[in-house]
């Protein structure tokens, strides 16, 4: 098992930041691909961005480039989700998710492909 926990998330204005953070524990960091997907109620799960292991891959989802960017620390076993430019189309659960990957380099972006999920962090964009 691969706990991760998110933490972050919390009510932002239009145009505000926020920094979404997820440790993990349970495997070496440095093997665990990790990835960043939200839901909004009622919506399908939608994938915002990902890292490889080794962080010098990432892959961000058509509506959040150039706004969201994904950054890990291995020695803090923590990824980050960096949010600027925030709107309310941005209002939903964030799902942190990690899979093993102890070779390769590969951001992945299917959901169905990672095998360990947190529960989840609010982040509400309303005025």
């Known amino acids: 098992q691969v706990p991760l926990v998110e933490s972050g998330g919390g009510l932002v204005q239009p145009g505000g930041s926020l920094r979404l953070s997820c440790a993990a524990s349970g495997r070496p960091f440095s093997n665990l691909a990790m990835g960043w997907f939200r839901q909004a109620p009622g919506k399908e799960r939608e994938f915002v961005a990902s890292i490889s292991r080794s962080g010098g891959r990432v892959s961000y989802g058509d509506s959040v480039k150039g706004r969201f960017t994904i950054s890990r620390d291995n020695a803090k076993n923590t990824v980050y989700l960096q949010m600027n430019s925030l709107n309310p189309e941005d209002t939903a659960s964030y799902y942190c998710?990690?899979?093993?990957?102890?070779?390769?380099?590969?951001?992945?972006?299917?959901?169905?492909?990672?095998?360990?999920w947190g529960h989840g962090t609010q982040v509400t964009v309303s005025s």
């Open positions: 998710a990690a899979v093993t990957a102890c070779s390769g380099d590969v951001a992945y972006t299917r959901g169905s492909v990672y095998s360990y």
